[in-house]
């Protein structure tokens, strides 16, 4: 088996794929206001073409999937998908990401399929809050989707938290506290700038370091720990606590010369950097595993080491724009 490796010699093992583009919420970071128009269903990638290039990525040594969206749960066949690339030789890990609304009515059959892990969306705890982030979510539908899941014995559930400057800045420690008596782990992500105007982004951005000064603060103790699954976090436990809390940090502390990851979007292109408009439409070779696999290199033998080598590698990076899509539409 001859598995991927970039040019800079970076085994990748774990793709993110995106299956839909729709989703039932508006969050402030991931999509704009009046909403995106949604890809046609002909032009999203079919449960049959999602299985087979899985098999393909198989054969190239990926263990590793994430299921994401856009809101992945409103795929009506996510449960079959789930189940089907779960029992592709090879793989051995099958996560997804979702913002947890119809959790509590599909716990049980994605964890019956097969899922691993679950990465849950919840940016506050205060509902008039959830509301005006998500513009319009119904906070108690995903806490009872959180507490269903946690009654399964999933192998991980992470709350993923993008933290925003004088929006939910001040829950914190509200957050920290959670990990008390609930086996999750807690991940404060930085604010991105992927689809945003430069000066809004830089009037929300808050880096991570605040996370410690409230521990400080509060005299929290906590160490480091190590936390199996994909992800690029720092993990920390608080002394005493169930739980734990993580850090991913693209911003103040980029995590790009370790990524092992290829995001596939729904309308069946490769993203080798989430953040650059680099892709390779990949869908029509998905039979063809010769010529998929060469476009696979392709997009890896462009890839940067990070955010910033984009810029300056004009020989390898062809278009060095930051991304046309939003969020929703890449997955994360």
């Known amino acids: 088996m001859e598995k991927l490796y970039d040019h800079y010699d970076r085994l990748h093992d774990y793709v993110r794929l995106s299956i839909t583009d729709r989703c039932n919420l508006r969050c402030v970071y991931c999509m704009p206001k009046e909403g995106l128009p949604f890809f ?12 087979k290039m899985i098999e393909n990525f198989a054969e190239m040594g990926v263990s590793k999937v994430r299921i994401t969206g856009g809101e992945p749960l409103l795929r009506t066949d996510v449960v079959d998908i789930i189940r089907r690339i779960k029992n592709v030789s090879g793989i051995e890990d099958v996560s997804i990401t979702t913002n947890g609304l119809f959790l509590a009515k599909k716990a049980a059959a994605l964890k ?3 899922l691993d892990r679950l990465n849950i969306s919840l940016d506050t705890f205060k509902e008039d809050r959830y509301k005006e982030i998500t513009r319009g979510g119904n906070i ?3 806490l009872d989707g959180i507490n269903t899941a946690s009654k399964l014995h999933f192998k991980k559930i992470k709350l993923n938290i993008v933290l925003i400057k004088g929006q939910n800045d001040d829950e914190i420690l509200d957050f920290l506290n959670y990990t008390k008596d609930h086996d999750v782990n807690v991940r404060f992500i930085e604010f991105m700038p992927i689809g945003n105007a430069e000066k809004t982004w830089k009037k929300e951005y808050i880096g ?6 409230i521990c400080d603060e509060n005299k ?3 160490h480091p720990i190590d936390l199996s699954g994909n992800g690029p976090s720092d993990n920390y436990q608080i002394e005493g606590f169930s739980g734990s809390f993580g850090l991913i ?3 103040s502390s980029k995590f790009c010369e370790n990524c092992n990851r290829l995001r596939i979007t ?6 080798a950097c989430l953040y650059w408009n680099e892709e390779i439409d990949i869908r029509k070779a ?3 595993k010769k010529e998929f696999r060469r476009l696979i290199q392709k997009s890896l033998d462009r890839k940067p080491l990070n955010h910033e080598m984009a810029m300056d590698e004009e020989d390898r990076i062809i278009d060095k724009a930051p991304t046309w899509r939003h969020m929703s539409q890449i997955g994360g």
């Open 112 to 114: 019956e399929a097969g």
């Open 208 to 213: 991570l370091k605040s996370v410690f000064d």
């Open 220 to 222: 929290i103790k906590y």
């Open 140 to 142: 108690e539908q995903v």
């Open 249 to 251: 940090h693209p911003i």
């Open 266 to 271: 729904a309308d069946g292109y490769v993203k």
């Open 40 to 51: 046609p269903t002909d032009k999203v990638l079919s449960q049959d073409e999602i299985v």
């Open 286 to 288: 998905i039979p063809d």
